[in-house]
């Protein structure tokens, strides 16, 4: 399907991709499912229907959905190593979004962007604003989830720039607090391993080397690994693991840092 991609994509730029515009009723909504279907599907399965909206935009015209695919698109480009070809078609879904006027968009293909492939072929620091500004827009048309999502990210991004601790906790703890009042718990879930981590760092925890304190809702580090594995959290499991990882190695715990690992 990435091989049918390619070809299809040979030798066209934005100007040709846009010059015809869906408007067949049922392919409208055929690609609306399959973004929707995309997002919310495991990811081993969610490649081959961003593929499948990339193709349909080429064989039948853009629309709202295509920004999403060229987005997803080039995170498998970024994943394979393709980082040239990743950069241009990201580039690609930003220009498509900005022309079909998709804002509603505009959160989600962020979140794809900068935390994948922006990441690895931008300054960290340039990211920093566009995450931020994806965060204010998903809010405005409702889209918090999403919102939610680049709120983790930026705080991610923010400590690995080296922002100061006391700045970023302090950043957690009001978007933490947005995060609650859009009932979106479960997604910033992803971020409390990292608050533990700066609380670590900071001088706030019994054990530093290891990711237990406030932060973590359970009692301690392995109930909260045991729940994300009992709900098959993939992504929460490799965000643990990081950050015990990570402070293990700061605090000279090589042993089980390398366990993490």
């Given at each position: ?20 515009v ?14 929707t ?15 499948r ?33 990743a ?14 006027q ?6 989600r ?43 983790v ?22 978007l933490?607090?947005?995060a ?5 718990e ?9 608050e533990?981590?700066?609380?670590n760092?900071?001088g706030?925890?019994?054990k ?30 490799c ?23």
């Amino acid at each position: 399907e990435i091989f049918k991609t390619k070809l299809l994509l040979m030798g066209k730029d934005v100007d040709i991709i846009m010059s015809k515009v869906m408007d067949d009723k049922q392919m409208l909504a055929v690609m609306d499912l399959l973004e929707t279907t995309c997002i919310y599907c495991p990811y081993y399965f969610s490649h081959f229907l961003a593929l499948r909206i990339v193709q349909l935009s080429i064989s039948h015209g853009v629309s709202v959905n295509t920004a999403y695919g060229f987005a997803y698109y080039s995170c498998i480009l970024c994943h394979l190593g393709d980082l040239c070809n990743a950069s241009k078609y990201a580039k690609f879904a930003l220009d498509i979004m900005q022309r079909m006027q998709a804002r509603e968009k505009y959160c989600r293909i962020h979140s794809l962007l900068y935390f994948n492939v922006f990441l690895k072929t931008n300054r960290m620091h340039s990211c920093l604003d566009p995450v931020l500004e994806a965060q204010h827009e998903g809010l405005k048309v409702g889209d918090t989830s999403y919102a939610t999502l680049c709120a983790v990210i930026y705080c991610n991004l923010a400590f690995r720039c080296k922002k100061k601790l006391a700045w970023v906790k302090k950043v957690l703890i009001d978007l933490k607090k947005e995060a609650k009042v859009y009932k979106q718990e479960s997604v910033w879930n992803l971020a409390l391993p990292l608050e533990q981590a700066i609380l670590n760092l900071m001088g706030h925890a019994d054990k530093p080397s290891i990711l237990d304190g406030d932060a973590i809702p359970v009692e301690n580090i392995d109930s909260y690994m045991a729940n994300a594995k009992r709900n098959k959290a993939d992504r929460l499991m490799c965000v643990i693991y990081y950050w015990q990882m990570l402070v293990a190695y700061m605090f000279d715990d090589i042993e089980l840092a390398i366990k993490m690992a």
